[in-house]
């Protein structure tokens, strides 16, 4: 049975492109993905993503649970502030990328891929060391506003002081008399706000925001364009760019893994990653020859398949065909080349610095 | 959606016009429509030869990769090149800016098996119910 988000028959009226995604019938388009990647990057863009799952920890033993299943470190991270990281296995193995919002030490929002809302719950359910774990995936609706425009869009409908609240940092607040989690986090590399709202207030909310965004060129987006920008940024896209099988070091996020931080799910496994050396690593790559990457693309080295491209697209603010891909670590280092195998056509490729799109800092 | 009289059309959704003794070869609004903006094409070279029903070329959108599937046999004696750094012009105008190749063909009969646009449009809405 395929799921609907609370937005669905606003999607539809407006004459959006639904596609099936993660379960979910989601809008890939409304007027075509450029346009939208355009407006996100220039703009502003509003994005239906009640898809997204929210498991809750609350409780005395709320904080202390969730640092034994999460590789990043909550200790460090105050209340009122977001932290992004994984969920591994005993193995190292990613069950999920996400992001936690910490209310409080006794009460934590975490934010979790659509594809994996039951298989995230079920696991943190059942390793919860002592917090209360609830599912609340379907109670909430989330937008995110993305974009240069974003604050001053979200400030009109809304007397939070939106200043003050910094990059993953959030607040409660009501928007457009809708009460919300409001938080500036986003998967757009742009400025930008996500709101986590009740479930039947998000058609209002939505309704709200597009009539507020108007003379600024605020556009709604589908997830074509929210999947090409995020891979402008290199940020991951669990089922693509990793699964079970692959570790947050073998993709590049060793960054919010905290080894040092005490006992986790994972980390003897990744210690012993780490000392052992990775076999592969995630890599960013631009092709310096025609055509377009896309997911399972086989690396080629002498002809022979050495990795796997995990995601590809032809980057609309730059021009370029880019993608991620993993391959062995000789391959890895910035400058290094390989051919990636399109239909049976060999395309060179070289390893570049990530994220591919650096934003203009305004004059 | 717009599908001129004077064009043949394949249920693959490309579109062939005769021109002298030629065809020329592209997709029909439907198609364009259906992919999205179009990011890149992969076509012959000049002199290729193509065969009926079989995979003459590669369209990609944002999201979807497509194969082209020539409507005739023949050989390629034009290809429109411009395409390459352009393909949004398959977007914009899909039966005269976008066309994709043109087509020596061997034997015009094979035109005959085509769709006429009254058979396409029938074609098309079977597809979407």
Known sequence: MVQRTPLHDVHVRAGARMVEFAGWDMPVQYEGILAEHAAVRERAGLFDVSHMGEVVFRGPKALESLQRLFTNDLSRCQDGQAQYGALCRESGGIVDDVVVYRRSAEDLLVCVNASNRQKDYDWLHGHAFGAEVTNESDAWGQLALQGPRAPEILQRLTSVRLSSVGTYRFTDGEVAGVRCLVARTGYTGEDGFELFCAAADAPRLWASLIEAGRPDGLRPCGLGARDSLRLEMAYRLYGSDMDDATTPLEAGLGWVVKLDKGAFMGRDALLKQKEAGLSRKLVGFVLTEPGISRHGHAVLQDGKPVGTVTSGTRSPSLGLSIGLAYVPPALAAEGSTFAVDIRGRAAAAKVVKTPFYAKKTRA | MNYPDDLKYTKEHEWCRVKGNRVVVGITDHAQDSLGDIVYVE???????????????????????????????????????????????????????????????????????????????????????
């Open chain 2, 43 to 129: 076509l012959p070279e000049v002199g290729d030869p193509v065969k009926k029903g079989e995979a003459f070329g590669v369209v990609e959108s944002t999201k979807a990769v497509s194969e082209l599937f020539s409507p005739v046999t023949g050989k390629v004696v034009e290809v429109n090149d411009p395409l390459s750094d352009a393909p949004e012009t398959i977007n914009e105008d899909p039966y005269e800016e976008g066309w994709m190749i043109q087509v020596e063909v061997a034997d015009f009969k094979e035109l005959d098996t085509l769709l006429d646009t009254a058979a396409y449009q029938k074609f098309i809405q079977e597809e979407s119910e």
